[in-house]
């Protein structure tokens, strides 16, 4: 199985138990939602922190938009 494929089969799976999770008290719904979101994003999502001055966060949304820049550019893409 193709490894982006794996990608939104798991982005899809999270978010219908996140789903889920809403009605049952088990499972962390809201969580579960947001972990799906972030795996299926084709752009990069910037989470900052309301601590961080304007300043800051401003720097994080360049960054942010010079990797999408990047990667629309078919630069490699660094992986852990």
Known sequence: MDATILGWVAAVLLIVVGVAGT???A???TLLVLAGIVLG????????????S???RMASCAVAGLY???RRQGAPTVSA
């Open 68 to 70: 999408a820049h990047a």
């Open 41 to 52: 994003a084709r752009v990069p999502i910037v989470l900052t922190s309301r601590a961080d």
């Open 23 to 25: 009605v049952l008290p």
């Open 27 to 29: 499972l962390p719904g």
């Open 54 to 56: 304007a300043r800051l």
